[in-house]
């Protein structure tokens, strides 16, 4: 039911041999993983084992090697027991590794976990590799070196070592075994070529399954703490001291005995004491909200920056997210509840005269929305948008060649390929964004590239973001399924304008409203009974077909009217 593991080292024909076991006992039946390391001592100390990632115990039944003699190198005595008389179990892989300090990364690493183990050790996995005895490693070693270095056939390469060479007393060991054994070479270098390509495959496999997918780089602390100079009026040939990791001086300092390092940051910016991460993530909130921050200068809370224009309220706004445990959803409801929040954003005279910038917030907030939420709001109302939640990145519709111009010729996103499916239709946030690239779209509404940090965007009103809203594929499409929805919602003009108005205003049109729109749709009624192609042409813009049965020019006069309402001013302003 338990077994002991036995490694046995010897030196070949005067079988002087290094055995140690475990003192402990392992379950049989069950894969393990076993390291050793072996720092070619020739003593029993210089052999270390490990049992799935941990050292054991060991006991020493045989040690007849001579110190005296020369230290041992890998080479081709290197065999394992598979099966043999004396030794029952099976060995499904066999790693080699160069350096005994490897070791001391191994209980840092995570082991082979149980499911890992008994994937390989089906047959259809470790076949190849339990037909790897001492003549595949071998090969595995030293035919590719050969080949591979010198992209020749074996024999070429065996001619050219006699020829370099001709006395084989000089010859290297890898050298002799080429020239000895170029025929054998060649015929086996295909198949130990394979069993290359199936270790790679089962490595991959192995990391899948022990660390939850394909492992990528981490960072970790230098050993040496960063620092900066301090510089005589600013002259790199003057340095005159060094600043180190710390806090300012009139923030709360480190604990004390605590090393100066990233984790003892975070820990530290959580801290009651010090409120600088509270005030700057609310004011953050608020600016998202409200469209301007009770501090106007979001990246600068110093003196130079500007002060709050309702300091108390920062200070309960601060305290409150602290206190309720950071809840961020909670802050964004009081937020909206709010009464501030809540009020008539109609601009008055009065409220002009008495407070124009709305710094004393006398009226509810008004600007104008950004891209991601101006593309979301659309395709929320013309039913496209797909709220899955999660997911990889998407890639929408953008214009042909928009990242050529700015990608290296060997990038793997020097060209656009848009989605298919619902990847056209989610949630801005999923958007696929090339740092020196921004989504054309976004950009026209001010989004900024991902290079340099943001903590503002600027708000612009350009004549080019309304030709985004009329001609943006994403946009036509959107205006074209919401034309759809009002075509089925009501039978006349009238009531279509109300339940157009209802999707995208949240509210019904005024008989001067209604007047100005149907003035509108008569005339591209008109128009498009008079060119079927290019009503046509309008319903053939984005990937998702329109209705089958409906006419297609009365559907194109109503994409145009809801296209229209898409670039309506209380469309685009929050």
């Known amino acids: 039911e338990k077994n002991r593991f036995v490694v046995n080292l010897n030196d070949g024909p005067n079988v002087r041999a290094l055995t140690v076991v475990t003192r402990d006992l392992f379950p049989a039946g069950e894969w393990h993983h076993v390291f050793f390391s072996y720092d070619?001592?020739?003593?029993?100390?210089?052999?270390?084992?490990?049992?799935?990632?941990?050292?054991?115990?060991?006991?020493?039944?045989?040690?007849?090697?001579?110190p005296r003699q020369p230290v041992l190198k890998p080479g081709p005595?290197?065999?394992?027991?598979?099966?043999?008389?004396?030794?029952?179990?099976?060995?499904?892989?066999?790693?080699?590794?160069?350096?005994?300090?490897?070791?001391?990364r191994l209980p840092n690493r995570p082991t082979i976990s149980t499911a890992a183990i008994t994937h390989l050790g089906r047959r259809d996995d470790a076949a190849p590799l339990?037909?790897?005895?001492?003549?595949?490693?071998?090969?595995?070693?030293?035919?590719?070196?050969?080949?591979?270095?010198?992209?020749?056939?074996?024999?070429?390469?065996?001619?050219?070592?006699?020829?370099?060479?001709?006395?084989?007393?000089?010859?290297?060991?890898?050298?002799?075994?080429?020239?000895?054994?170029?025929?054998?070479?060649?015929?086996?270098?295909?198949?130990?070529?394979?069993?290359?390509?199936?270790?790679?495959?089962?490595?991959?496999?192995?990391?899948?399954?022990?660390?939850?997918?394909?492992?990528?780089?981490?960072?970790?602390?230098?050993?040496?703490?960063a620092y900066a100079d301090l510089l005589k009026r600013g002259d790199y040939f003057s340095r005159v001291g060094r600043v180190g990791p710390g806090t300012p001086h009139f923030l709360p300092p480190l604990p004390t005995g605590v090393r100066a390092d990233r984790r003892a940051l975070a820990d530290w910016l959580l801290t009651p004491e010090q409120p600088l991460l509270a005030r700057v993530t609310v004011n953050r909130m608020w600016q998202e909200l409200f469209g301007r921050g009770l501090v106007e200068t979001p990246g600068d809370f110093g003196v130079m920056g500007a002060r709050p224009s309702h300091p108390e309220l920062l200070d309960w706004l601060a305290v409150e997210f602290r206190e309720s445990g950071w809840d961020i959803?909670?802050?964004?409801?009081?937020?909206?509840?709010?009464?501030?929040?809540?009020?008539?954003?109609?601009?008055?005279?009065?409220?002009?005269?008495?407070?124009?910038?709305?710094?004393?917030?006398?009226?509810?907030?008004?600007?104008?929305?950004?891209?991601?939420m101006l593309r979301d709001a659309a395709l929320a109302s013309s039913g496209l948008?797909?709220?899955?939640?999660?997911?990889?990145?998407?890639?929408?519709?953008?214009?042909?060649?928009?990242?050529?111009e700015v990608a290296m010729p060997e990038s793997n996103t020097r060209k656009y390929v848009a989605g298919t499916g619902d990847d056209l239709h989610r949630r801005s946030v999923y958007t696929f964004w090339k740092r020196a690239s921004p989504p054309p779209g976004f950009e026209t509404f001010d989004a900024t590239s991902r290079e340099v940090v943001c903590t503002a965007r600027a708000r612009t009103n350009t004549p080019l973001q309304a030709f985004v809203t009329m001609n943006?594929?994403?946009?036509?499409?959107?205006?074209?399924?919401?034309?759809?929805?009002?075509?089925?919602?009501?039978?006349?003009?009238?009531?279509?304008?109300?339940?157009?108005?209802?999707?995208?205003?949240?509210?019904?049109?005024?008989?001067?409203?209604?007047?100005?729109?149907e003035g509108t749709r008569a005339t591209f009624a008109a128009y498009y009974r008079a060119n079927p192609a290019d009503a046509a042409a309008l319903l053939a813009v984005g990937s998702v077909p329109f209705k089958p049965g409906l006419d297609p020019g009365e559907l194109a006069e109503w994409t145009v009217v809801a296209s229209q309402f898409f670039n309506l001013d209380e469309f685009l302003t929050k």
């Open 77 to 104: 005595a290197l065999r394992y027991a598979d099966a043999e008389p004396f030794y029952a179990g099976v060995v499904p892989e066999i790693r080699l590794y160069r350096r005994a300090e490897i070791e001391s």
């Open 385 to 404: 948008l797909v709220e899955k939640l999660g997911g990889p990145s998407v890639k929408p519709y953008q214009p042909a060649g928009v990242w050529e």
């Open 329 to 372: 959803k909670g802050i964004y409801r009081t937020l909206v509840t709010s009464a501030a929040y809540r009020q008539s954003a109609t601009l008055t005279p009065a409220l002009r005269l008495a407070d124009p910038a709305n710094k004393l917030l006398a009226r509810g907030p008004r600007f104008r929305m950004e891209g991601e």
């Open 130 to 225: 339990r037909e790897a005895r001492y003549q595949d490693i071998r090969l595995y070693r030293r035919a590719l070196a050969a080949a591979e270095i010198a992209r020749l056939p074996f024999e070429d390469v065996a001619a050219e070592i006699v020829a370099r060479q001709p006395d084989p007393a000089q010859w290297t060991e890898d050298e002799a075994f080429v020239v000895q054994d170029k025929f054998f070479l060649g015929q086996r270098f295909t198949e130990v070529r394979d069993l290359r390509a199936e270790i790679a495959a089962i490595d991959q496999r192995i990391d899948i399954l022990t660390h939850g997918g394909i492992p990528t780089l981490i960072t970790r602390e230098r050993a040496q703490p």
């Open 472 to 517: 943006d594929p994403q946009f036509v499409e959107a205006a074209r399924k919401l034309a759809q929805r009002a075509l089925a919602a009501a039978p006349d003009a009238p009531a279509r304008l109300d339940a157009l108005a209802r999707l995208t205003l949240g509210r019904t049109l005024n008989p001067r409203e209604h007047a100005a729109l």
């Open 40 to 66: 070619g001592s020739r003593r029993a100390p210089g052999l270390r084992l490990f049992v799935n990632g941990r050292p054991v115990r060991v006991r020493v039944t045989s040690d007849t090697l001579d």
